[in-house]
């Protein structure tokens, strides 16, 4: 009976027990008969432990050859080879025991007390009954329900790590020693893309990098899935993973023809062996921390040795000059011609707008615009650039240059998420074209260009706005006319007398009517032009001189001394005032950092993503292309009734009376709506300043952007816009309230 105990409990199908498995047949035959309750007590352990150790090894043999997970095959044999092994050592420890006679378990006349094998084997029930608990968490999920609810590594790595603490040192050194197994496995399959930038051909489900489906540009070929990090993979080690794997692949695609890589020995061979030593430092179980900063060095040295070869700074700061003068509307000269081009485009196409009702004046809805159009309206501002430019600015010519290859003016791609796009009437965007295989892609995302896209459209708008709104002091007739007399001999007969009585007249009537709109006019002006000054000649401007100032001295941030540097970056010149250390430390990924925060920032601090206030102010530049075409449209109406009145000129197909009623009841339905919505503006503005701007600008400093060395400029307040803006509103209500009249000044 003893001899069948030991062998049931190595995992032997013994005949002892009852198959029945009855509460009271524990033991086959009448073999129940002659043992006490103590003793059936003791015997149920042996049979439990008995019968888990059978369920233990079969399904741990059964995953360890079938489970689509790497990890958990891995931790599967791990059970079945080492931790059940040594159970059954122990058995045979015990058995070797008794057949040499161990005082310890052989007791007087050769009889073995069974509660010697039973206190012996104790402690190794709870262990088989945790290896049971595992082996279910493992099995359960991937024999039952969809594909989808599989267990998977990152899953089973996850709860070894819950599983260290449940209070019993022998539970937490099985699960330390799974634990080490499951990440040893993971940082084998992840060494294939830290070493090689290659997916491994085993645990590839298991691993969070995978192929993108859809790549637009170098940089985002892979991407990270979230779902599958393990817990001591932290967001940025992730981060660190998906880069250095990419940067390998860059180098490799880029770099076979790069001598000065062999040279400096940033080669993919010499890469290897620094990568492979950093990753064997490492110490089991993986802790998050020291496992991201093993990340950081070894990007750190692909960074600054092999990728400042492969993308030259010079490369960099040429892209970033494109970006400040045309992308961010440094250059005024390309701002104005191209919004002047896209005018005259308009115009051409609005040649019938008299025939259209007047609720409808201004309104581009039913315009389209083809993209050859856009594309002959890009070159021509060019070609204006190009006749304006001297021999004192020739020395930009590679930017300018660059300009015209990277630069393309289309419609913006169904679906594309633009918030304010006035230039044409179609949604336009000026956008950065970099080619999928440029080396480009490594510094600048395809996030970062669609964010430059719906920044640069933006301003635009306001600055089409802008233009709009002076072109209206041209209208010198609407403004002020004083009507002279017809010259001699007329000017002195009665009739010559009551003619300029008449058109005198006339004309105060007009200059009464028309007060209030130049009124509105010059109002709705200051509010667009102080909001243009504030969001290019603030944000913008202290922005970029900020992050400028970063990128050539290696120095910027917050308290930092803000030197204005020119405004674009030299892309031929280097400082000889920086420090060879933090020259070492401009290389591509460093730079798209500080970039990124750059761009993150400057996005926030322009408001483009608050709805409310872009909704307003879309509905503002609305009604001012409504209300400048009323103005334009009443200046034909009064030019045609002067022909009818003064020169008998009449019109048969037209009621120039009837439409110049029409169109100022328009005009005066118009201004009531300009003056709202400048109201619901200012509103706005005033609730982000006391809710949302501190917020979102503060919550930018979450970001560990002290890695870089750059933090970037933030508003602190927009007391001086908002100040300026009530002040107006007092001024012109006082002014309305009184009736009063408008300077022509």
Known sequence: MLAEILLSLSGYQSEIWQKSGGKTALLNGHQHDYVSEPERAMLEVLKHMSSLHIHVRDAAARLAAAHPSVICRAVCSAIGQVHLASYRENVLEIEGAILSNDTAYVGAYGIV?????????????????????AIHFIDCSSSKGPPSSECTGRDLLEWLGREIHTGYS???????????????????????????????????????????????????????????????????????????????????????????????GAHPGSLLASTLAALESLTFPLNQQLFEACLAGIDESISQDALSQLLPFKDIALLLSVVNRFMLVADGEFAMSLIDHATERVTEQQSSELSRPVKKSGQLDHLTIADSDLGSLLTKTWDELAALRTAANMEDDVVFEAARKMLVLQTAAVGATVPLSTLMPTTTILSLYIPPDSKLGLFLTPKDMRTYATINAYLLSIRRADMQLASLWKLTS??????????????????????????????????????????????????????????????????????????????????????????????????????????????????????????????????????????????LLTLID????????????????????????????????KDEKDVLSEMARSRIRVEERIASLVHRLKSIEKDVLLDMIEGLGSVDLERQGFR?????????????????????????????????D
């Not at 007390?113 to 608990?133: C, D, G, K």
């Not at 970037?712 to 002040?727: A, E, Q, S, V």
């Not at 001024?731 to 009184?738: A, E, L, T, V, Y």
Request: charged share 20%; glycine share 8%.
């Open 113 to 133: 007390p069974l509660s010697a094998i039973v206190s012996n084997m104790q402690p190794w029930r709870r262990r088989l009954e945790w290896l049971s608990t």
């Open 170 to 264: 022998d539970i937490e050194d099985i699960v330390t020693q799974l634990l080490v197994t499951g990440q040893k496995c993971w940082l084998q399959i992840a060494a294939s893309w830290l070493l090689y930038g290659k997916h491994s051909s085993l645990g590839a489900k298991d691993f969070f990098v995978c192929r993108n489906n859809n790549p637009s540009s170098l940089a985002d070929q892979f991407v990270v899935e979230s779902s599958r990090i393990p817990f001591f993979v932290s967001k940025t080690a992730s981060e660190y993973i998906l880069v250095i794997g990419t940067a390998l692949i860059h180098i490799q695609s880029y770099g076979n023809g790069l001598q000065s890589l062999d040279i400096s």
């Open 478 to 619: 609407h403004r002020r006319c004083h009507p002279t007399p017809l010259g001699p001999p007329r000017s002195a007969t009665p009739l010559g007398q009551r003619h300029l009585r008449a058109r005198r007249a006339r004309e105060s009537t007009r200059t009464r009517v028309m007060r209030k709109h130049w009124a509105a006019m010059s109002k709705t002006h200051f509010v667009i032009g102080e909001i243009n000054g504030y969001l290019h000649g603030e944000i913008v401007r202290q922005s970029w001189d900020m992050f400028n100032e970063w990128l050539w001295t290696g120095q910027g941030g917050v308290g930092a001394k803000k030197e204005s540097h020119s405004a674009s970056v030299s892309p031929g010149k280097t400082n000889p005032s920086l420090p060879e250390c933090e020259r070492s430390r401009r290389d591509p990924r460093t730079l798209a950092q500080g970039h990124h925060a750059f761009l993150e920032a400057m996005h926030a601090a322009l408001l483009v993503g608050d709805d409310a206030f872009i909704s307003s102010l879309k509905t």
């Open 626 to 657: 409504h209300y400048v075409a009323l103005f334009a449209r009443l200046q034909s109406v009064w030019e045609g009734l002067d022909l009818e009145e003064d020169d008998g000129v009449v019109d048969a197909f037209s009621n120039l009376a």
């Open 712 to 744: 970037p400029w933030m508003p602190r307040t927009m007391n001086h816009l908002i100040m300026k803006l009530d002040f107006l509103n007092g001024m012109i209500d006082q002014q309305d309230g009184r009736d009063g009249t408008i300077s022509d």
